[in-house]
């Protein structure tokens, strides 16, 4: 009798249990973000792992409730995790506020005091929606597959900012600031990415104007020395915002600062056919992780039922890889999305011959396919 419970208690399994903070946020975030989960716990149903979620606030909910876009109970609770996931922030009813007391300063808040210096924004084209992108054929070619590593916690958007008076008449500034080591750290996040993709590096600047830019390339080729296997070119921005349109092929990695790397990655999303698609991860140097889409709050569409929940899917894709090393997990999904965009559409991406589904169907039907029914 005894070995027999010894037996069954052998048989007991131990699941795995991740601890995630949830920001809903503003707008469409909370519709977005249920679909998500919907499909992380079908996720870790099939792959023999589960999840508890801590609801915090942020953004303009945060505002309503507390006063603040970023309460300290947020960030503590973030501390504690082992990853974050983020709806959107922002919304028309909190544009009249101070900059530091709107929503987005939350999002620039809760970067800094994690400490998530790396962006990393995957701008691909899923094979069922290469007719959306805006491009030809002909110019994406076989597949396009770029990831932008933008510096996240420095540069123009930390920078000292005010107003001041410029030849007796109101004006304002902001500053652009790098360091070293600032500089370093986001390089090797580059690099390490090149190393496991296609070993080819584009570093973007404004080296020719601004001396920020010529710190950064500087030390991007003093790093490069570290990876002899990966090719490094460099690229002025406003190249690199023409190439993208013009031969986005030649890209595999693109590694630049806060700014632009705001900029090139929502062209970047547009190429791929809808920024609905695009999704993100916002790293430190430890497995904790923000995840997020890249798109905004769209109060215009909010409760409607419409939004496209796919980049926040991908973004709980992206947190199974790169926090929970949960690889396998991570391409279900990414699966299961495109093999939805062959049999649904949210309207931002509809196709003729191809049913239009709500926010709530997609989702349905991604976490359905991840779960490998």
Known sequence: ????????????????????VVLRGDGIGPEIVAEAIKVLDAA???FGFQFTYDEQLMGGCAIDATGEPLPQQTIDACKQADSVLLGAVGGWKWDTLPGSKRPEAGLLGIRSALGLYANLRPAKIFE???????????????????????????????????????NGAPAAYDTESYSVPEIERIARVAFDMAMKRG???????KANVLESSRLWRETVIRISKE?????????YV???AMQLVRNPAQFDVIVTSNMFGDILSDEASMISGSI??????????SSLGLYEPIHGSAPDIAGQGIANPLATILSVAMMLRYSFDEAEAADAIEAAVDEALRRARTPDIKEDGIPVVSTGEMGDLVAKLTAGE
Not at 227 to 235: A, D, I, K, R, T
């Open 238 to 240: 406003d190249n690199c």
């Open 1 to 20: 009798m005894a070995e027999n419970l010894d037996e069954k208690l052998n048989e007991v399994t131990v699941l795995k249990n991740y601890n995630i």
């Open 276 to 285: 609905g698609m695009l999704a993100s991860a916002s790293l430190a140097g």
């Open 128 to 166: 069922p929606l290469k007719s959306a992108s805006p491009i030809k054929d002909s110019i994406i070619g076989d597949q396009l597959d770029i990831l932008v590593v933008r510096e996240l916690t420095g540069g123009i958007y930390f920078g000292e900012r005010g107003r001041c008076e410029k």
């Open 199 to 205: 070993k080819k590096l584009t570093s973007v600047d």
């Open 44 to 46: 870790g149903e099939r």
């Open 227 to 235: 990876y002899p296997e990966v090719e490094l070119n460099h690229m």
